[in-house]
């Protein structure tokens, strides 16, 4: 008798064991998705210990939904905030596409806050300061700011936070540098610090969008980085070609000719300092509005960036969000055209123009 039941328990483990190996642990996160990754462990069960591990507390999820903030106003400039999902389309490459996420509700962003500190500058250090501190006063407390300033180098002053004591000491710690990483700055915080951050995301950043000294990016593969993203991006944009040529005759060498008269001698444009460059920067600039759905806000005086700062917190404020499935295999490389419509007369809808094919990057959330 006891030989009998020792080996009806052991085959009663065996079977428990391999019911166990066998089994599959579906994993669930709130983030809408089509391709759900389920993970089969490979090892011997083990033990169960009373101490969770960092593993089990990871979700992966991968999903091929599309999603893009759009912004309406009046012909006047007037947000329009009550259009419902049923009077939205979507048009990808000219075919209409099924909307299978909509949200019209004010929900928290992730602003990257980009500070042009290169002596290009034709604002005054305190002034850029005192903007900033103004433009992260008006955000509300579940939005988190991250503070980047840049020259020819890009430093991080403070990661994504609400706390806004912090948020202040990083602007006043700001200070003036020589060069200019525009492109090197945005390649940062798009693919560095925005790349796992979930939900909303802007980019505001202060510059005159003239670069002179990213080395390994351009302004075409930052193009195509953004094409691949759903943050926004709000250049305020000053124009410094005369304060440029200006210094450049001011530090020019003088001579004298035959008669022993002074000549100033001008030297040649440097790079960052042509027509040229400025009017790739212009286009830069406006190309990186338009594909993410932002807008560039010209500035001239402390008063006009104040004021641009004021209107893109209310941008933010007022947007909404679409999502949809693609209707074709996505296919790396490829630019696919996105048109934004909406069924009422007289309004301005604002939403990124395209989308480049690429693999969606897997989103970790945590249980």
Do not use: H, W
């Not at 945005?186 to 002179?212: C, H, Q, W």
């Amino acid at each position: 008798m006891f030989y009998r039941i020792t080996i009806f328990v052991l085959m009663v483990s065996f079977v428990g064991v391999a019911a166990a190996q066998s089994r599959k642990v579906k994993s669930y996160s709130d983030s809408p998705s089509r391709n759900e990754k389920f993970e089969i462990p490979d090892d011997p069960v083990q033990p169960k210990s009373d101490k969770p591990n960092d593993e089990d507390k990871i979700v992966r999820v991968e999903t091929d939904l599309i999603t893009i903030p759009v912004k309406v106003a009046s012909r006047d400039g007037r947000p329009i905030t009550d259009i419902q999902q049923s009077e939205f389309r979507i048009f990808e490459n000219g075919v209409e596409q099924e909307i299978a996420y909509f949200s019209d509700e004010e929900q928290p962003f992730t602003v990257a806050l980009l500070l042009d500190m290169s002596y290009s500058s034709i604002f005054k250090l305190r002034d850029i300061q005192a903007a900033a501190d103004l433009f992260i006063r008006q955000l509300k407390n579940d939005d988190r700011i991250m503070i980047v300033a840049f020259d020819e180098k890009v430093r991080v002053f403070c990661d994504p936070t609400n706390n806004r004591e912090a948020l202040r000491l990083a602007i006043m710690a700001t200070k003036v540098g020589s060069g200019t990483s525009v492109y090197t700055a945005l390649d940062e915080v798009i693919n560095e610090r925005f790349r796992r951050i979930p939900g909303r995301k802007a980019i505001v950043m202060l510059s005159d969008g003239v670069d002179t000294s990213s080395k390994l990016e351009s302004a075409k593969s930052v193009l195509r980085d953004f094409s691949e993203t759903d943050t926004l991006v709000f250049p305020v944009q000053y124009d410094t070609y005369d304060d440029v040529r200006k210094n450049r005759r001011k530090d020019a060498p003088i001579q004298y000719d035959e008669d022993d008269r002074p000549v100033i001698v001008e030297r040649p444009p440097g790079k960052g300092e042509r027509e040229q460059d400025y009017r790739e920067a212009d286009e830069f600039l406006n190309s990186v509005a338009d594909i993410t759905g932002g807008r560039v806000y010209k500035v001239k005086s402390s008063l006009n960036l104040n004021q641009a700062f004021a209107s893109i917190v209310a941008e933010l404020r007022k947007t909404y969000s679409l999502g949809y499935y693609p209707s074709v295999e996505r296919r790396p490389g490829e630019i696919y055209s996105i048109r934004v419509r909406v069924y009422r007369p007289n309004l301005i809808v604002r939403a990124r123009e395209q989308f480049l094919g690429a693999k969606p990057y897997p989103v970790t959330t945590k249980r």
